[in-house]
């Protein structure tokens, strides 16, 4: 990764939580089960000892992932930015699909934290690009694999 990467408060939180639950949890944890492991004799055929190695490499991998992200991360507080009533990183857009009238509502957040079943998406998705900028009563143009789709933009909110 290069440059500033944007991530919501609650994003940063989870990832800390994560991360001090691999540290203080699941690392100790492996570290017992390989010395447990060794203690049954030959390495070389050792089912326990090299699962319990692989466990350790995707921990460690995982947290040096982690350290990367919080430190080329920019945690933005939208609650703390001026509502302007336009759609910016962090905010709650409730969007009505032009053709069909179907409405969608969205919070607009970094890459690690988007999650669509949960209403979140990612910055850079091409629905949350094509809403930046616009505000309530905008129509904003998203360019889908199956064509282009219309959203007229209902609200904006800072929460």
């Known amino acids: 990764m290069s440059g500033l990467v944007p991530m919501t408060v609650a994003g940063e939180a989870a990832l800390r939580k994560e991360l001090n639950r691999l540290k203080t949890e699941d690392r100790p944890r492996i570290i017992q089960a390989i010395a447990e492991a060794r203690e049954h004799g030959d390495l070389k055929e050792n089912a326990e000892y090299h699962a319990a190695r692989e466990q350790q490499g995707f921990c460690e991998g995982r947290i040096q992932e982690i350290e990367g992200k919080l430190g080329e991360a920019r945690v933005i507080d939208v609650t703390t930015i001026p509502c ?32 669509v079943s949960q209403g979140m998406i990612s910055v850079t998705s091409p629905i949350a690009r094509a809403l930046i900028g616009k505000e309530a009563g905008d129509v904003a ?10 959203y007229e933009i209902d609200s904006v909110q800072h929460i």
């Open 84 to 115: 302007t009533g336009r759609v910016i990183f962090g905010t709650t857009v409730a969007i009505i699909n032009c053709e069909t009238d179907e409405a969608l509502s969205y919070k607009i957040v970094g890459e690690d934290e988007a999650d």
């Open 141 to 150: 143009v998203v360019k889908a694999p199956a064509g282009e789709i219309e």
